[in-house]
């Protein structure tokens, strides 16, 4: 098959011949038609992931069909449109799996894309507890961003502690961003998106933003207190200042959920306690939180606006997506 892998820690994104894997026990064989390309990928490729062993296929944003199912996988049949995210599957029987607490899984070893191979290939295997199943009425090319960028979001919103017509701010309006203001504003919420410029108001108005703050003309958290206070920020942006700013615009019980991995975080106790505010990260989520994205998207109609390239070209677009040049998530036609 054609994959796309990295060789060795730091190497570039190479256009290979590789064996067709075969199934093992509890494991399916995916073709896969589309992935997008997440800036996590990174972390396989600069080799920064604890453990990450080179040559590797990253990937983790799968949309294919099961081509076989192998030995002792149930309800999941060849055929099936199936789409994967960064979680590679749970044991089922660890204390935290009993409690319900999946993605902490003890016994947890496949980080899809990372730890094992993921989308940037023609065939790829996943674990059946990986699986979303994935509607007729989304194409590949628009399903693949859902399993990260999407789920990621759509999971964290959904549990945010806010309640239809409460004020929600999402900062940040790239990949996963522009995904948040359209869940956001359909979930019910009085939706303000924030970012930088005068010139991103109309589009995020047009994704269903209420409100629009630009971070670099208006005080962010006195917008947001103006407008009574936010009952959570979903903190999309890479900006460990952008993120702190935010806090003291959070109403009284206040939540700023972060997705946007940044390394440290300086934040006020006294603002926090104040306030009875929170500060809390939020992990993806697990194959039926990828399913329940995709099913309120059919529903809804939220789409992310995808750059889509071939396979052949997964380097390019690997850079553009890099360069924060991507709009908004670049993803990789595989097959049809
Ligand atoms: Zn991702
Ligand atoms: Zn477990």
Not at 149 to 160: I, K
Not at 304 to 309: A, F, K, R
Request: a neutral charge; proline letters at 5%.
């Amino acid at each position: 098959m054609r994959a796309v892998q990295v060789s060795c820690a730091g190497g570039p994104l190479e256009l290979v011949e590789r064996e067709i894997p075969e199934p093992g026990p509890g494991l399916v064989r995916i073709k896969v038609q589309a992935c997008g390309i997440c800036h996590s990928d990174s972390l396989v490729q600069e080799g920064a992931f604890p453990g990450v062993e080179h040559p590797r296929i990253p990937g983790h944003e799968v949309m294919g069909v099961i081509d076989i199912a192998g030995p002792g996988v149930n309800g999941w049949a060849a055929g099936d449109r199936v789409g994967v995210g960064w979680n590679g599957g749970y044991c089922g029987y660890c204390d935290f799996c009993r409690r319900g607490d999946y993605f902490a899984c003890r016994n947890a070893t496949r980080v899809t894309g990372v730890t094992c191979d993921g989308g940037y290939a023609e065939y790829m295997l996943a674990s059946a507890s990986a699986l979303a199943r994935v509607p007729d009425e989304l194409s590949p090319a628009e399903a693949a961003p859902l399993l990260c960028a999407g789920v990621t979001t759509f999971n964290c919103l959904r549990h945010c502690g806010a309640q239809p017509g409460d004020t929600v701010a999402i900062l940040g309006l790239g990949g996963l961003g522009h995904l948040g203001v359209q869940f956001a504003a359909r979930m019910g919420f009085r939706t303000v998106a924030i970012a930088r410029g005068a010139d991103k108001d109309p589009f995020a108005r047009k994704l269903g933003a209420a409100e629009y703050i630009d971070s670099t003309v208006q005080d962010v958290a006195q917008s947001l207190r103006s407008m009574g206070g936010a009952k959570a920020v979903l903190a999309t942006a890479t900006n460990a200042h952008a993120m702190a700013s935010t806090i003291s615009g959070l109403a009284p019980n206040g939540t700023l959920m972060i997705i946007g991995a940044v390394p440290t975080l300086e934040v006020s106790p006294l603002t926090l306690l104040s306030g009875r505010r929170a500060v809390k990260g939020w992990y993806s989520g697990t194959s039926i939180d990828s399913q329940d994205t995709l099913e309120f998207c059919r529903l809804t109609g939220v789409r992310s606006l995808n750059e889509v390239y071939p396979l052949s070209r997964a380097s390019e677009a690997y850079e553009r997506m890099m360069k924060g040049e991507a709009r908004f998530r670049a993803v990789l036609s595989v097959s049809e």
